[in-house]
């Protein structure tokens, strides 16, 4: 022991001494930074720079330093703070913190923060007593509360130390979710007492809000607390439903379906039952049943009670009241609806029934009670005949159907047989084949009193126009209206007096619309049938027809007239031989065939040619023969003489020439542009749009109207072409050479045909639009 104490003594005295001892030589910290450079360029040393530059520290020395300030903070350091505390730049840090990690398995970097298992442990800890205070703990919260990955902290750390440091276990619906098994028996126990508890359907959602457990919890263990009700469904507005309150709902239904055979929608509904018809399809799985609008009627009573009395009805030919065999209860709308699907579902035929507020009637019943109607209908269509009513709805309604045909196709035979085969060729090479398209359509415009002038529309009309458009339109409406020979009131008073005895005079009315339409048929067919066979009944009122249809058609000639002769020439003339080929035959053939009815002659045609109606002319009486044949030879003369010798025949018919009264010359030229406006906005032929569009711009531009066929369009866009400007000439020259172009393909399918077609209906709406809108400060003038 002395030895050792003495060489202890010694070294001190050495150190001593050495410490005493001054350096011969001292290095400058100039000398001492260029060693160290040397040295690191050498690679014989390693170390690392602080943030300042002025200290330099190995790497081992660092990390030693960075793990003591991961114990110094508990087991969890950030390498931020580390790398501000230590002065080193984080990459360093970083680097070092990385090697550190995977050298220790204990060590975890984590989001630039290095953990050790003390500090997870710690962690495991903290969770363990947050689910024993709360009985359940999510990742979710755990994430925000620590900081943490949530994948780290759910495998790592709560997965990994479930069952020792954490006491619970996992959701399995939810591996995010761990929950203490207090936890879980308190909730049912919590749930077992509610649904107890509750005696009516009760949103889940006002029961979770009670008891205070989650959604998922309640359905997961409401199977295994076995409750004596059940859950609708497992969405949000799901009920609970006791099944003692469904037993109560169930006995109703069945005690009242029981007893009455139906049920009541609203009645189910009052029940807390939602859609009445699932529950009663899933209440009775083997009745059939009748499903209306309100009700549902079994099939038993449908089959026992209305099936069975609706036979009886049919074979006994008398009525039902449905009402007294239905439930009392039933509206008038649910008996109906009743009828309706039995009548569907083809239980009876539909025919031999007519269903009237609950009374059903056969059809042999109705037949029977307006039997008495058909002898009233046979005597009022005597009396029509008797008093010349019917007569005068004849002539009405053929003036009517006159005036409607305002734009018809004729063909002038005689007109073609006195052109020479140079003109046939001409006009063939214009027209094409039977003169189709508008340049072969004879078309007539006239205008009568009788004409239908609507849509009274235009802005630049007058109040007058607007006036006068208006009352040719009434005019029109009454001319066409359908004659009533039987009236309601008729069928009503012959049948109330039977119904009053069954107690059902209130369906009288009823009764006499559904046998109105076809006892006025019935009345009519008779007294068209005494008309026929009685024709010299109505000869006055033929006459008066016939003289107005002639002074009608004479004032459109005179109309037309001042059209033409706007035009020079040789256009003139053929409008001229046009219009009396047109107009000026149905004159002729009206004075003739009215002759012949006075001759009690027979004629098989209406539509006489010049021929035919000279041959039928030698056959009247001397009185008449002359006059007819000097007008027959005037329709190839001038207007003038034509209307000279139809005086003539009119005179000798005791008819009246009505005197000219031009304050209706406006009228009827409103009322024939506003016709071909009409027919414009209707047609979708192009050769007859163009036709339509030429007349009417004639009428705006000169005030008159104009009878041309087809073939005058050319004449007609030459006369209007110095009052539109250039782009209107450009689209209606183009519109027609298209047209042309049409009529003359052989081949409608080609590509070129299919061209034109698309260019023409690309112009059609501004060709339209300019007849329509056209409008000229001078027009008022010439009007």
């Not at 019917?390 to 035979?413: C, M, P, R, S």
Request: aromatic share 6%; charged share 25%; proline share 2%.
């Amino acid at each position: 022991m002395s030895s050792d104490w003495d060489e202890i003594k010694r070294l001190a005295a050495d150190f001593q001494k050495a410490q005493l001892t001054s350096t011969l030589q001292k290095l400058s910290e100039r000398n001492c930074i260029e060693i160290v450079t040397l040295l690191l360029e050498k690679q014989l040393l390693d170390v690392v720079f602080t943030n300042d530059g002025k200290e330099y520290i190995t790497p081992e020395h660092l990390e030693r330093e960075i793990q003591d300030e991961l114990y110094a903070n508990g087991g969890r350091a950030n390498l931020v703070e580390v790398s501000k505390t230590l002065n080193v730049d984080l990459s360093r840090i970083e680097k070092l913190a990385e090697r550190i990690a995977a050298d220790d398995p204990q060590i975890h970097l984590m989001l630039g923060q290095l953990i050790d298992e003390e500090y997870i442990t710690h962690i495991a800890q903290e969770i363990n007593e947050k689910l024993s205070q709360r009985g359940e703990i999510s990742i979710s919260d755990l994430t925000s509360q620590f900081d943490l990955p949530s994948d780290f902290l759910q495998h790592q750390v709560v997965e990994k130390h479930l069952g020792k440091l954490i006491k619970g276990r996992q959701d399995a619906s939810n591996p995010r979710v761990f929950f203490t098994q207090a936890y879980i028996q308190r909730c049912k126990a919590k749930i077992r007492g509610a649904l107890a508890a509750i005696t009516k359907p009760t949103n889940v959602s006002v029961i979770l809000q009670q008891i205070s457990v989650q959604e998922k919890i309640f359905h997961s263990l409401l199977d295994e607390i076995n409750p004596a009700g059940h859950v609708t469904s497992k969405q949000a507005n799901a009920q609970y439903v006791p099944h003692i309150y469904a037993k109560t709902q169930a006995d109703w239904v069945n005690s009242f379906y029981k007893q009455n055979s139906f049920l009541e929608y609203d009645a189910i509904n009052k029940l807390g039952i939602s859609d009445a018809k699932s529950y009663i399809r899933k209440q009775f799985p083997n009745e059939e049943f009748l499903f209306l609008k309100r009700v549902a009627l079994g099939a038993r009573l449908i089959e026992l009670t209305v099936v069975a009395s609706l036979n009886e009805c049919s074979a006994t030919k008398q009525y039902l009241d449905l009402s007294t065999i239905l439930p009392s209860n039933l509206s008038e709308e649910d008996i109906e609806e009743a009828f309706n699907a039995v009548m569907a579902q083809k239980h009876c035929n539909p025919s031999q029934f007519v269903y009237l507020e609950s009374i059903v009637f056969s059809q042999a019943y109705l037949t029977q009670l307006v039997q008495p109607c058909q002898e009233m209908a046979q005597s009022l269509a005597k009396t029509a005949i008797d008093n010349g009513v019917y007569q005068q709805y004849i002539v009405e309604k053929t003036l009517a159907q006159k005036a409607g045909n305002t734009l018809g196709t004729t063909h002038d035979a005689d007109e073609d047989s006195k052109l020479d085969k140079r003109d046939e060729r001409r006009k063939k090479a214009t027209s094409g084949k039977a003169g189709g398209g508008s340049q072969g359509r004879e078309t007539k415009t006239k205008s009568t009193k009788k004409h239908q002038r609507g849509r009274a529309a235009h802005n630049h009309d007058s109040d007058d126009e607007e006036d006068a458009v208006q009352q040719s339109a009434n005019s029109s409406r009454k001319s066409v209206k359908s004659l009533e020979l039987v009236k309601i009131s008729d069928i009503t008073n012959l049948i109330k007096g039977t119904l009053e005895e069954e107690g059902l005079e209130h369906l009288a009315k009823p009764v006499a619309s559904l046998y109105l339409n076809q006892l006025n048929q019935m009345a009519l067919a008779k007294a068209q049938e005494l008309y026929e066979a009685a024709p010299q009944t109505n000869r006055r009122q033929t006459h008066a027809a016939i003289q107005e249809r002639v002074n009608t058609l004479l004032v459109d000639i005179r109309l037309y007239e001042k059209g033409l002769k706007l035009f020079n020439g040789d256009t003139q003339t053929q409008l001229v031989k046009y219009l009396l080929k047109s107009l000026g035959n149905d004159i002729c053939n009206e004075l003739t065939l009215y002759v012949a009815a006075e001759c009690s002659l027979m004629v098989k045609s209406t539509n006489l040619n010049v021929d035919q109606r000279v041959k039928l002319v030698q056959e009247c009486d001397a009185q008449y023969r002359n006059a007819l044949l000097e007008q027959n030879k005037a329709l190839n003369k001038s207007i003038e003489e034509f209307e000279v010798a139809t005086e003539a025949v009119l005179k000798a018919c005791s008819m009246i020439i009505k005197k000219v009264d031009k304050k209706k010359d406006r009228q009827l030229i409103v009322g024939h542009k506003e016709k071909l406006l009409q027919q414009l906005l209707e047609c979708q032929e192009p050769a007859l749009l163009l036709h339509l569009a030429a007349l009417i711009l004639f009428t705006t531009i000169t005030g008159c109207i104009l009878h041309a066929s087809g073939k005058f369009v050319s004449s007609i866009l030459q006369h209007i072409r110095s009052t539109l400007n250039e782009p209107q000439n450009a689209l209606l020259l183009r519109y027609h050479d298209l047209v042309l172009q049409v009529l003359q393909q052989t081949s409608p399918d080609s590509a070129e045909s299919k061209s034109v077609n698309e260019q023409l209906q690309a112009l059609q709406g501004e060709v339209m639009d300019l007849a329509q809108n056209y409008s000229r400060a001078s027009v008022s003038k010439a009007d």
